[in-house]
């Protein structure tokens, strides 16, 4: 021994030399302490004895070697030649002894050797005995190296084979105290390894000024160098003489680097080398059967002092996570793997605690992370919001701020500055987290990313205090609409991009936009009135240029375009929010609506305003219909753009309501621009009436045969000659100026007009002699037939309400009116209708037109380019047209029938009557219908019993009298007057007398109709009406018989279908049942003759 003790000092000199300089010993002490080791060694080799005292405790995880499955086990204990035995625990896997034996050891290479038996006592094991001299079956054994113990120790051994054929498994807990004669004072040498290790540990870093000197190791055993060379062999040969247990170094330098844990390099050889700890204790349990815990508190170390140790690391690294921006800067590549490997530490520790300590519920590493990283946020949070402006001019190397803006901060309400840059910065540290901590913090994927978290939790700081500064703005708004806008777009781009997708937000609605609701609604307002501005000025720019087109292929001007520019960019804008909150989407969409109604309808009211101006110039007028028209397009468009279908309700229904008012726009435009060319349209209208009236030709035409049928179409094309060269002038150029919308309708309105004109023009015309704008009366001189075609000539072409006014007019002139101006102008009007030739058109004349309204038709039609055939064939005034034409080509018994069925209401006399319009009188009239059941004759019996009441006055002697007609088809040789007796100046005259008509069975009752007249008889003249009553049989058909009181009225009243068939029939004079009826229904009452005084 002496020898290799020199051999290895000479090699190996440094080692000495590193000794020395770790415990400051100099070379003549040092030279004593190996002068008294030598001397040392060679006195043990002779002199050297100890004491060993050893309990065995239990053990745990024996193998079972009964039939039974269990055993029977007992311990030897053999030191040197001495062996002492346990007591027997039966059946028992995991037996406590508890018995301690001692011992005498005077050789220090002697060993401790623990063997573990099955006790048997049946015959195979005394057969067993006999051959091997073991009765007993082997459980396992451990061998101890007595030089290799000091001090007391409390040690779980794994039982070992003694052959490879043994099964074996578990693991026996002893406790052994050695005392060596001579070493009495001298330190365990676990106590002595641990102050060589740490001297060791503490002198390398002072020597790198504080660092830790990391050695380069690799492989499977690398966690068990702890220095380089040669201190590594010093601390090797100390654990291989002294029985120092590698997890005891290991341990023992865990302990040295957590006195060193902020130094680069540290945590990730702290975490391998407590992972390699956890793996001692806890991964051997699956084959020792001993709990880790176990296993732990018999660690040499030292139970309480490791578990202290690792608490005031994890404290330590929770205290250096929660400023992790700090501590580990992500601008250091070498520390963010540092971090990587704190969180690894930390991992591990949770590891220990829970299968090592087997703590319950320890504290979970990721929660440690989440909640230190957390912290770490917020306070990086408010370092940014307390430090805004210089961190941001620090950052992006900006000019130096206005004092007063760094000293208002996020409360100055004159500037939003503040919060651009807080964002700024904020995006900085997002995007910093994003990039360099989350991809080293990511050893819990599913619980913690860095870079999520960072936009979750300064959002949701920067959220509130962004909320409360706006609430304040609002009170006083004293920046601009315009910056509150670009704030908002800013707060926007930071959520969309770092926050939308980032629990808890992801699929949540987000609450900025309230924020910035009603700074958004100011903006609106705001830009209305420049909306306006604007379309005001581009309106006025068109009407300079006399709205020209936009372009070679557009049919509108510029203003349009102009003006939906504007709108545009205002929607652009909206839409460039993005905004995710519905209900706010819905109130801008409402709003934005509103002013699209606002300008829009401006803008058409200053087309209505000056359309008529401009309709002379007929490429203008239409570019301004043109206009509107695209104003529906471009506002159908931006309806699609706002939503479509899917935009609220309210907001679409605005836009609907104004599409609606633009359609009304549009079409009151075209019905003043096809108005404007009523005049043009008439005259060529009137040359067609004179071209009709030219066409000759009398009887009945058939259609059927083509020579007539030819006949018929040359003339209708003749007639239609001066129409159709305006139609197709006018109508051409109206297609090339026009959009196809507004080309359909103008076709509409010029339809309307031509069918109307041809009706009111040529089918039945008016009178033209101005005569006939005075009042008529009948009276004895005039031919009354005459007078009533002329009167009725005239009252057709008014209202209806002007054509009773004019008959009362008639009825009821003035008293003090010389009769003989009356009689003088009707004269006048009487001579001139003698020379006029009244008669109704042709068939062949009638056919003609009817054959030139199908090429009209034709002709708007377009083959399908102009207005539809539906359209066409229902329009009203086709039908009215058609059906005035018809009317010419029916018989007096048709066209009368006809009047009865339509002309339902001829005296109305309500509760309150109008002025003039109050009864003269009534008359009592019982009338009863009888039918023969074999021929069906229909007979009507009036009994006409009394009139009361009947106001009028004359100055000669008054004698009325009732007289009844019956009117309706096939009456021309049946009696159709009866008349009763006169009374004398009796003015409530009883009559009771009875009539009989006789209807005959060619129609129904309900074509016919009792006219009552009651009238003053006068001897020599023409009797004078009084008033006249109308009793339609229609309605007493159901009941049979009537008795009724009939008020009287001046005269009767007509619609226009009553006035189109009076008309008519007025024309036919060689027609006595025409003739009667047109007087009957004409006549009105006569001016009552009072004497003037």
Same mark, same amino acid.
């Given at each position: ?5 020199k051999?290895?000092e ?9 000794i020395m ?7 003549k002490?040092?030279?004593g ?7 040392s ?9 100890a004491?060993?005292?050893i309990?065995?405790i239990?053990a ?15 311990v ?16 028992d896997l995991n037996p406590v ?7 005498e050891?005077?050789n220090s290479?002697d060993?401790?050797?623990?063997r573990v038996?099955?006790e ?5 094991a ?12 082997f459980?396992?054994?451990t061998?101890?190296e ?8 409390d040690?779980w ?5 003694r052959t490879?054929k043994?099964?074996?498994s578990?693991a ?7 005392e060596i ?10 106590v002595?390894?641990?102050?060589l290790?740490?001297?060791?540990f503490?002198?390398?870093?002072e020597? /790198? ?11 499977d055993e690398a ?5 380089e060379?040669?201190?590594?062999d010093?601390?090797d040969?100390f654990?291989?003489r002294?029985?120092?247990e590698s997890?005891?170094q290991a ?7 957590s ?6 390099g ?6 391998t080398?407590l ?12 084959t020792t ?12 170390f030292?139970?309480e002092?490791?578990?202290?140790l690792?608490?005031?690391l ?5 205290i ?14 070498a520390?963010?793997?540092d971090?990587k ?7 591990s520790?949770?590891f ?8 319950s519920?320890?504290?979970?590493a990721?929660?440690v992370?989440k909640d ?8 990086t ?29 996020p409360n100055?309400?004159?500037?939003l ?15 910093e ?6 991809s ?9 990313n860095?870079?999520?978290?960072s ?7 920067f959220?509130q205090d ?17 910056e509150y ?12 991009k770092y926050?939308?997708?980032?629990p ?9 936009p309230?924020?910035f ?6 903006w609106?307002?705001?830009n209305d009135?420049?909306s ?16 020209q087109k936009?372009?070679?292929?557009a049919?509108?001007s ?7 520019t504007?709108?545009s ?17 819905k ?12 300008v ?14 401009y309709?002379?110039?007929h ?7 043109n206009?509107i028209?695209?104003?529906?397009v ?6 699609e753009?706002?939503?479509?279908d899917?935009?609220d309700?309210?907001a679409?229904?605005?836009l609907?309501q104004?599409q609606q ?5 549009l ?12 005049v043009?349209?008439k ?8 071209l009709?009236g030219?066409?000759s ?6 259609l059927?045969?083509?020579?007539q049928?030819n006949?018929?179409?040359?003339e209708?094309?003749a ?12 109508l051409?150029?109206? /297609?090339?100026v ?19 004109t041809?009706?009111?023009t ?11 704008m ?17 009167l009725?000539?005239?009252v057709?072409q ?15 002139g003035?008293a ?9 102008k ?7 209708m ?7 058109m042709?068939?062949?004349q ?5 054959m030139a309204?199908?090429t ?15 359209f ?10 058609r ?18 069925q ?17 009864a ?5 009239i019982?009338?009863?219908l ?7 004759e ?6 006409v019993v ?5 106001k009028?006055q ?5 004698r009325?009298f ?21 009374k004398?100046?009796?003015?409530s ?5 009875s ?6 069975n060619? /129609?129904?009752?309900d074509?016919y109709e009792?006219?009552?007249?009651a ?6 003249r ?13 309605d007493?058909?159901e ?9 009287l009225a ?9 006035w ?5 029939l007025?024309?036919?004079s ?24």
């Amino acid at each position: 021994m002496k020898d290799r003790m020199k051999i290895r000092e000479h090699n190996k000199p440094e080692i000495f030399d590193l000794i020395m300089n770790v415990f400051s010993v100099d070379k003549k002490s040092h030279g004593g302490h190996m002068k008294a080791v030598k001397q040392s060694v060679l006195d043990g080799t002779s002199k050297w004895s100890a004491k060993l005292a050893i309990t065995v405790i239990c053990a745990q995880g024996l193998i079972g070697k009964d039939k039974t499955g269990t055993s029977d086990p007992y311990v030897t204990v053999q030191v040197g030649k001495t062996k002492k035995r346990t007591k027997t625990v039966p059946q028992d896997l995991n037996p406590v002894w508890n018995e301690k034996f001692y011992f005498e050891c005077h050789n220090s290479s002697d060993r401790i050797k623990v063997r573990v038996w099955d006790e048997d006592d049946d015959l195979k094991a005394k057969l067993r005995s006999k051959f091997t001299r073991e009765s007993d079956d082997f459980l396992g054994q451990t061998i101890i190296e007595v030089r290799t113990l000091s001090g007391e120790m409390d040690v779980w051994y794994n039982l070992e084979k003694r052959t490879d054929k043994s099964a074996v498994s578990g693991a026996i807990r002893m406790h052994i105290s050695v005392e060596i004669k001579g070493e009495e004072k001298v330190a365990p040498y676990h106590v002595q390894y641990t102050c060589l290790h740490e001297n060791l540990f503490h002198y390398l870093c002072e020597q /790198a000024t504080g660092q830790v000197k990391l050695p380069d190791a690799k492989g499977d055993e690398a966690w068990k160098v702890y220095f380089e060379e040669p201190s590594q062999d010093i601390v090797d040969e100390f654990a291989m003489r002294y029985g120092i247990e590698s997890i005891y170094q290991a341990m023992t330098h865990f302990s040295c680097l957590s006195t060193k844990y902020m130094c680069p390099g540290v945590p990730a050889v702290m975490s391998t080398l407590l992972a390699n700890i956890n793996a001692f204790y806890a991964h051997t349990t699956a084959t020792t059967a001993v709990s880790a815990s176990d296993r732990f508190a018999a660690s040499n170390f030292g139970k309480e002092k490791f578990v202290k140790l690792l608490d005031q690391l994890h404290n330590s690294l929770r205290i250096d996570l929660s400023v992790y921006r700090n501590t580990f800067p992500a601008s250091d590549a070498a520390r963010l793997q540092d971090l990587k490997s704190t969180v690894d530490l930390l991992t591990s520790i949770t590891f220990f605690r829970m299968k090592v300590q087997e703590l319950s519920s320890p504290p979970r590493a990721s929660t440690v992370v989440k909640d230190c990283v957390k912290a770490c946020m917020k306070s990086t949070y408010q370092f940014l919001f307390d430090n805004c402006y210089e961190l941001y001019q620090r950052e992006f190397q900006t000019d130096h701020e206005n004092p007063q803006d760094i000293a208002e901060g996020p409360n100055s309400t004159k500037s939003l500055e503040f919060w651009h840059k807080l964002i700024a910065l904020v995006v900085s540290v997002i995007e910093e987290d994003r990039t360099s901590y989350t991809s080293v913090l990511n050893q819990f994927p599913q619980e913690l990313n860095v870079g999520q978290m960072s936009a979750s939790m300064q959002w949701s700081l920067f959220s509130q205090d962004m909320k409360y500064a706006l609430e304040e703005h609002e009170k006083e708004r004293l920046c601009k609409s315009s910056e509150y806008m670009n704030l908002h777009f800013k707060v926007k781009w930071l959520y969309n991009k770092y926050v939308t997708e980032v629990p808890p937000y992801k699929g949540e609605v987000p609450e900025y936009p309230l924020w910035f609701e009603s700074f958004v609604m100011q903006w609106l307002n705001e830009n209305d009135d420049v909306s306006m501005e604007y379309l005001h000025g581009a309106y006025e720019r068109d009407k300079k240029d006399v709205f020209q087109k936009a372009s070679e292929h557009a049919l509108f001007s510029c203003s349009v375009t102009d003006v939906f520019t504007q709108l545009s960019q205002c929607f652009d804008v909206i839409k460039k929010l993005e905004c995710p909150h519905p209900e706010v989407v819905k109130r801008y969409m409402k709003r934005f609506s509103k002013t699209i109604q606002k300008v829009l309808l401006a803008y058409a009211e200053l087309v209505r305003r000056d359309f008529e101006r401009y309709t002379p110039k007929h490429n203008v007028a239409c570019i301004m219909m043109n206009n509107i028209q695209q104003l529906r397009v471009q506002l159908e468009k931006m309806f699609e753009a706002m939503g479509g279908d899917k935009l609220d309700t309210e907001a679409a229904g605005v836009l609907t309501q104004l599409q609606q008012k633009l359609n009304s726009v549009l079409d009151d435009l075209s019905s003043i621009f096809a108005t404007s060319l009523n005049v043009q349209i008439k005259q060529s209208i009137q040359e067609l009436g004179s071209l009709l009236g030219k066409v000759s030709g009398s009887g009945q035409v058939s259609l059927s045969q083509p020579s007539q049928r030819n006949t018929i179409q040359q003339e209708s094309d003749a007639i239609l000659r001066p129409l159709m060269d305006f139609l197709d002038g006018s109508l051409t150029m109206f /297609a090339q100026v026009c959009e196809k919308t507004v080309l359909k309708r103008l076709l509409k309105e010029l339809w309307r007009i031509v069918m109307h004109t041809l009706e009111k023009t040529v089918v039945l015309p008016p009178l033209t002699d101005p005569r006939q704008m005075f009042p008529i009366p009948s009276n004895a001189q005039a031919k009354i037939e005459d007078v009533s075609r002329v009167l009725l000539n005239h009252v057709s072409q008014m209202p209806g309400k002007m054509s009773t006014s004019l008959l009362q007019q008639v009825s009821t002139g003035p008293a003090s009116q010389p009769f003989a101006d009356i009689s003088r102008k009707l004269a006048d009007i009487s001579k001139d209708m003698e020379g006029k030739n009244l008669t109704n058109m042709s068939p062949k004349q009638c056919a003609v037109l009817d054959m030139a309204l199908d090429t009209i038709k034709q002709y708007f039609h377009a083959g399908g380019n102009g207005l539809k055939k539906t359209f066409l064939d229902k329009s009203p005034e086709l039908q009215s047209l058609r059906y005035a034409l018809s009317l010419y080509t029916q018989t007096t018994d048709s066209l009368i029938k006809t009047f009865v069925q339509t002309q339902t209401s001829q005296v109305s006399l309500n509760d309150k009557p109008a002025p003039g319009e109050d009864a003269v009188g009534e008359a009592s009239i019982q009338v009863d219908l009888f039918t023969h059941p074999g021929t069906g004759e229909h007979k009507v019996t009036v009994k006409v019993v009394a009139a009361n009441n009947i106001k009028w006055q004359t100055n000669s002697m008054f004698r009325p009298f009732i007289e009844v007609n019956l009117i309706g088809p096939h009456l021309s040789n049946r009696k159709r007057k009866q008349s009763t007796k006169s009374k004398s100046n009796n003015w409530s005259p009883k009559f009771n007398e009875s009539f009989q008509f006789i209807l005959g069975n060619e /129609a129904e009752p309900d074509c016919y109709e009792l006219h009552i007249c009651a009238k003053d008889y006068c001897f020599a003249r023409e009797d004078r009406l009084i008033g006249v009553a109308v009793l339609q049989l229609r309605d007493i058909v159901e009941k049979g018989s009537c008795a009724c009181w009939l008020p009287l009225a001046k005269c009767i009243h007509l619609d226009e279908t009553g006035w189109t068939v009076l008309r008519i029939l007025s024309q036919r004079s060689n027609d006595e049942v025409a003739k009667e009826f047109v007087k009957l229904k004409s006549e009105c009452r006569h001016p009552e003759e009072v004497e003037q005084r």
